[in-house]
């Protein structure tokens, strides 16, 4: 199977496509990062796009919309592309170029999420969040996962584990990593918040004889990485705190962390943070952090969801201390989120179905 990916070169959406294709065997697939003249020329793209998706435009046509919105060097990649059997995207932006890309080369499209203000009704196949379960409805295009796929799983982090506990010199006993985001409409991380998670890791790690390793974000708020940093990455107890700015000898300090941890600790406002860590067969806590208004976001529903699944443990600051010792001590594991492997299945079932409609044998 020959695969083209659209890329917006947002992370997040690349490593939920990344996660789908590493686990497709026997396939070839083709990087294509989409860059756009104008953001208004994106948007308005996708507005033709869903007025036009279900009806016949010729060749000449869709090139014009290509070329007209695209930068020179994308637009030239796209016309480089042949042979192919799937357009696979992730998000809005790219959303667009995926359908019609489908018609100029007569592939299957798959998209990621719900994208906006297209829809998926004319995608060969969407691979839908819970979160976006409700603008399903009773499509058949649709492939219904509980998170987001991501190129996570325990085999994949099992193989370096041993030569990366050796690099962070780390000792025998309990490892609980810690993966901080920052803050949207709904949540944020304060200082006061951080304060309190210092206190709450200082005291486990002293309690339990832990070791802890610490992460943050992009979107974490300046203050708030500066302080745990100035306390938490001298201290006994943690063996390593790296932040997006942080030089590191480890090629990557994030899967690092989810390799070699007993317990991970996820905030709640990273959706995609949360999946990944549900999927590394570690025990998982997401916490909640300073709410920002009384509405909460849908994947507090999710992760409700999960929790019932046994997949995870929600919390809050004030929980926190004694969830981390009631789940230490629990012996059996979480329940691991399997979405990517879900996500593969329903596309080679796509082209299965496909074949037996070909052969008749439907």
């Given amino acids: 199977m020959n695969i083209v990916v659209l890329s917006d070169k947002k992370p997040g959406h690349y490593k939920q496509s990344l996660g789908i294709v590493e686990k497709m065997s026997d396939c070839r697939v083709e990087w294509l990062e989409i860059e756009f003249q104008h953001k208004w020329r994106d948007n308005l793209l996708r507005v033709i796009t869903r007025v036009s998706a279900g009806i016949p435009l010729s060749t000449s046509i869709i090139r014009f919309l290509l070329r007209w919105s695209l930068t020179t060097s994308s637009y030239h990649a796209i016309l480089q592309i042949q042979d192919i059997d799937l357009v696979l995207s992730t998000g809005s932006s790219v959303a667009a ?3 019609l890309l489908g018609k100029l ?22 691979i839908l969040p819970m979160l976006s379960w409700n603008s399903a409805k009773d499509r058949n295009n649709v492939c219904k996962t509980i998170g987001v796929p991501n190129p996570i799983s325990p085999d ?6 041993d030569h990366l506990k050796q690099v962070l010199q780390l000792q025998e006993g309990t490892v609980i990593g810690i993966l901080l985001g920052g803050t949207d409409r709904y949540e944020t991380i304060t200082v006061e918040d951080a304060k309190q998670l210092h206190t709450i890791c200082d005291t486990v790690a002293k309690t339990i004889n832990a070791q802890l390793l610490l992460t943050t974000s992009r979107r974490t708020p300046t203050d708030v990485s500066n302080y745990l940093k100035s306390k938490s990455a001298n201290a006994d107890w943690c063996s390593l705190f ?13 899967q690092t962390i989810l390799s070699v941890s007993d317990l991970l600790i996820v905030t709640a406002d990273s959706f995609s943070m949360v999946c990944e860590a549900a999927s590394s067969g570690c025990k998982v806590i997401v916490l909640s952090l300073t709410q920002k208004r009384r509405k909460q976001h849908k994947r507090c529903e999710v992760y409700r969801y999960m929790q019932e699944q046994s997949i995870l443990t929600l919390c809050g600051l004030e929980e926190l201390s004694r969830e981390i010792d009631r789940i230490l001590a629990l012996h059996q594991q979480n329940n691991i989120l399997r979405d990517t492997e879900k996500a593969v299945r329903a596309i080679l079932n796509l082209f299965e179905s496909n074949n037996k409609k070909d052969n008749g044998t439907m």
Avoid: E
């Avoid at 994949?156 to 584990?161: A, E, G, P, S, W």
């Fill in 156 to 161: 994949i982090l099992k193989t370096k584990q």
């Fill in 97 to 99: 170029v995926n359908l």
């Fill in 105 to 126: 080369l007569n592939a299957k499209t798959v998209t990621c999420r719900r994208p906006s203000p297209i829809g998926i009704r004319h995608f060969d196949l969407a």
């Fill in 242 to 254: 790296i932040d997006p700015d942080t030089p590191s000898a480890l090629d990557d300090p994030y």
